[in-house]
Antibody, heavy 122, light 107 residues
Framework: EVQLVQSGGGLVQPGGSLRLSCSAS????????MNWVRQFPGRELEWIAH????????LYANSVKGRFALSRDSVRNSVYLQMNKLRDEDTALYFC???????????????WGQGVQVTVSS | EIVVTQSPATLSLSPGERATLSCRAS??????LAWYQQKPGQAPRLLLY???TRATGIPVRFSGSGSGTDFTLTISSLEPEDSAIYFC?????????FGPGTKVEIK
């Protein structure tokens, strides 16, 4: 089955760090662009990070730039989101999403992980 | 940053009725727009991309139209399982941005 399984969420104090994992099964993660999206308690969705399939292009939303970092492990078929200097406003449900291209060349976030909760609070 | 808005915020309709959801981008995005359905406790599910292309396994009652700045998701005949929040996402430029969602309630 093609799926993304996430782990690593939890409760952390402001200023702390967490690493989220996104493990792919049924496909090779390094053949796809991968993205991270978070959802705030009020349901708003925010795209936060993108890694191209080559790994050469990594982009971040301004809200996380300089604090979050993407990485990939091809052997474990996983991507990771290292989150540092966490703030109260980073509290959200975090999703990883596969960016897939169809035969006509159009892309879409077609497979999503189940989401993990990150709560930043003292 | 392209700002995406959606209307209405909530739509309450009966089974069998037609639902029309709107999405508007603050700048032209061509057809680089996708629609997602999200149910409580679940991840968003891709419905349509490139404004009108149905994703694999999506029923034909879901259709999309529009280009430029104004887009529409139509559910031709509502089923009880269509109760959800529907989001649009522009992927024309960085950062990718989502609309705030339309909640569809089935009476």
């Amino acid at each position: 089955e093609v799926q993304l399984v996430q782990s690593g969420g939890g409760l952390v104090q402001p200023g702390g760090s967490l690493r989220l994992s996104c493990s792919a099964s049924g496909f090779s993660a390094n053949r796809f662009n991968m993205n991270w999206v978070r959802q705030f308690p009020g349901r708003e969705l925010e795209w936060i990070a993108h890694m191209s399939k080559s790994g050469a292009d990594i982009l971040y939303a301004n809200s996380v730039k300089g604090r979050f970092a993407l990485s990939r492990d091809s052997v474990r078929n996983s991507v990771y989101l290292q989150m540092n200097k966490l703030r109260d406003e980073d509290t959200a449900l975090y999703f990883c999403a596969r960016d897939s291209q169809d035969a006509a060349g159009y892309y879409a976030f077609d497979i999503w992980g189940q989401g993990v909760q990150v709560t930043v609070s003292s | 940053e392209i700002v995406v808005t959606q209307s209405p915020a909530t739509l309450s309709l009966s089974p069998g009725e037609r639902a029309t959801l709107s999405c508007r981008a603050s700048e032209r995005v061509g057809t680089s727009l996708a629609w997602y359905q999200q149910k409580p406790g679940q991840a968003p599910r891709l419905l349509l991309y490139d404004a009108y292309t149905r994703a694999t396994g999506i029923p034909v009652r879901f259709s999309g139209s529009g280009s430029g700045t104004d887009f529409t998701l139509t559910i031709s005949s509502l089923e009880p399982e269509d109760s959800a929040i529907y989001f649009c996402l522009q992927r024309f430029s960085w950062p990718r941005t989502f609309g705030p969602g339309t909640k569809v309630e089935i009476k």
